[in-house]
């Protein structure tokens, strides 16, 4: 991947000294310490953390040797918010439980969206195609075979009023999975939020628009970093101005844990993406605490149950602490990590698949032990296909199961103090810090102030992706030689395949396709070709020079112009990315 000094010019000092990496190693690549994947663990026959921080037999006082509970705790509600971002957390309100949704057209997405609602969800969760999210319209040879597979196909704003027809979207909670298209779906759902006649300014939920993950590990990135990173900035800009109830970013740790990632990377690698963005954001001429408080974050849950509630704890204070010293932020609600948490997708095996009810109780658990904001939790049949209704009610079900018959919700932070999770909170903390280090040693121009894009360096020169494919190819080699046990796969798996239940899976009507073809088509044709040309004329002007983006691109939405049309537009001005590194 490659990041020149044209394609970040609003980042000062930012220096040209890119280079290829390969899995082989790096030249000049900052040591981590033991925060390094290749650290050697403590006793081979001990275990450890799936980050391999080494477990030991029995924890006691002595294991918290030096701890100050009244600066690493606090109270819940107070900095550094340890033990929750909220006094009274879920006594006070339960998490939005959410349910991560969108498959074929928006008529079919939307029933999914009725059923979830009339079964308890109390906010919707939009998953899009992927010609959505890279910016082709149905009708596009690019998306051809794609549309509607992954997500809901969304061309124009007929397509969101569909999606969300019969809903009222100033009294609900809406988060839309995008992040190269952003701009344009928020767009659209403010527009059609205005026909309804709903309170804009009421409206609540978050746009994913983390740009940078998606360079790191997930790939639907369109355009050159500088001009994504200014799509961004000009989000939040514009919504903390008309939207001002909307989480302008969902800074997403989730696609990095996928891609293989452990705890204590998570952590890192999310936090220094947040801190890129506020110091874009500073760059472009922001209050930091003008958009600060609407930040938000999206972390994974996986298996290693106190693990991961010692991760949440402890990204909850270092964010905290960079928002408050680093930033300089005076208003307590810009030092807030308040996240979004997702089961584990790439733990679900097509083996057994009743199995993944379990593993995602466990996980749904160390979500709320950790004192998250929202949570989706996978269906178990989702290493199959899409969720049918039965997986996605089962896992419903299962959040309201924990909030309504375990009792944890009753009182805030109950593992706080515990010996074991207040040292492997130290602990992940403590190498994530080192990671933050090895980071901001990739900005030769930070000369001891931080590394401001150091970040952006490690990514170019391939090695916050090289320390995430080391560690998913560590740990595939512990599930092949069964350090890592998994149930149902590499242990405990059925004799035959008689034996393995039969799941109904659900299945998209391959006639889907074509139908929303002819919508965009037919929309083409009755539109205002003045009005239209108009609006895009607006969008290229806009693009070529400073003024911000949005009110262009909603005026463009409101004139019917398409998503792939929009995201062309600013293709011929930004240009596409290309990716270059080797790993």
């Known amino acids: 991947m490659t990041i020149d000094r044209d394609t970040f010019a609003r980042s000062p000092g930012l220096e040209d000294n890119t280079s290829a990496v390969h899995l082989c190693g790096m030249s000049e690549t900052p040591k981590t310490g033991s925060s390094n994947t290749e650290s050697p663990k403590a006793d081979p026959a001990s275990p450890t953390t799936s980050s391999g921080i080494p477990v030991e037999l029995v924890y006691d006082a002595k294991s918290l040797a030096g701890f100050d509970a009244a600066r690493e705790l606090g109270a819940p509600g107070e900095f550094p918010f340890t033990r929750g971002i909220q006094p009274t957390m879920y006594r006070g309100r339960l998490w939005t439980m959410r349910q991560y949704a969108g498959m074929g057209d928006a008529e079919e997405s939307n029933k999914r969206y009725k059923f979830l609602l009339a079964h308890g969800t109390k906010g919707l969760s939009v998953a899009f195609d992927l010609p959505t999210q890279i910016g082709y319209d149905s009708d596009d040879p690019m998306a051809m075979g794609e549309v509607g597979k992954v997500g ?17 979207l100033d009294a609900i909670s809406t988060s839309m999975t995008i992040n190269a298209t952003a701009s344009i779906l928020l767009a659209l759902y403010v527009a059609v939020a ?109 298996n290693n149950l106190l693990e991961e509630v010692a991760k949440f704890r402890a990204a909850r204070r270092m964010w905290a602490r960079v928002m408050r010293e680093r930033f300089g932020a005076k208003n307590p609600r810009s030092w807030m990590l308040r996240f979004h948490t997702q089961t584990a997708g790439s733990t679900l095996t097509a083996q057994q698949p ?65 010996y074991y999770v207040e040292s492997l909170t130290d602990e992940i903390e403590r190498r994530a810090e080192e990671y933050l280090a090895a980071i901001a040693r990739f900005d ?140």
């Not at 950790?370 to 896992?395: K, V, Y």
């Not at 609006?535 to 003024?547: K, Q, S, W």
């Open 152 to 168: 809901v196909a969304i061309d124009s704003i007929e397509d969101m009023e569909r999606l969300f027809e019969g809903i009222r």
């Open 354 to 418: 009743e199995n993944n009810i379990v593993r995602t109780t466990l996980q749904a658990l160390a979500a709320v032990l950790g004192g998250t904001q929202s949570l989706h939790t996978n269906g178990f049949d989702e290493a199959l296909a899409l969720p049918t209704e039965n997986a996605a009610r089962i896992a419903l079900r299962t959040q309201q199961i924990l909030a309504h018959e375990s009792g944890v919700a009753q009182t805030v932070d109950p593992l706080a103090g515990s």
């Open 444 to 583: 030769a121009s930070s000369k001891g102030g931080g590394g401001k894009y150091g970040m952006l360096r490690a990514i170019e020169q391939g090695y916050v992706q090289r320390e995430i494919q080391n560690a998913a190819y560590a740990y595939q080699r512990d599930v092949d030689e069964k350090r890592a046990v998994v149930v149902g796969v590499n242990e405990f798996a059925s004799g035959s395949d008689a034996e393995e239940a039969v799941v109904p899976l659900q299945r998209i009507d391959a006639a889907l396709e074509q139908r929303q073809v002819e919508r965009v088509r037919a929309l083409r044709a009755r539109r205002d070709a003045g009005v239209h040309a108009a609006a895009l004329r607006g969008v290229e002007d806009a693009a070529r020079g400073g003024e911000n983006l949005m009110p262009r691109i909603l005026r463009a939405v409101e004139s019917y112009a398409t998503v792939g049309e929009i995201a062309n537009v600013l293709r011929g001005v930004f240009g596409e990315y290309r990716e270059s590194v080797t790993v």
């Open 194 to 302: 205005r026909r309804a006649g709903a309170e804009v300014r009421r409206l609540s939920g978050t746009v994913q628009n983390d740009i940078l993950k998606e360079y790191i590990a997930r790939g639907t990135y369109i355009y050159p970093v500088r001009h994504a990173m200014r799509l961004v900035t000009d989000i939040f800009a514009w919504a903390a101005e008309e939207v001002p109830e909307w989480n302008t970013i969902s800074i997403s740790g989730y696609h990095m844990r996928e891609a293989g990632c452990t705890a204590v990377q998570e952590v890192a690698f999310t936090l220094a993406n947040g801190m890129t963005y506020v110091q874009a954001a500073l760059d472009a001429g922001l209050d930091v605490d003008a958009f600060a408080p609407r930040l938000s974050f999206f972390f994974n849950a996986h």
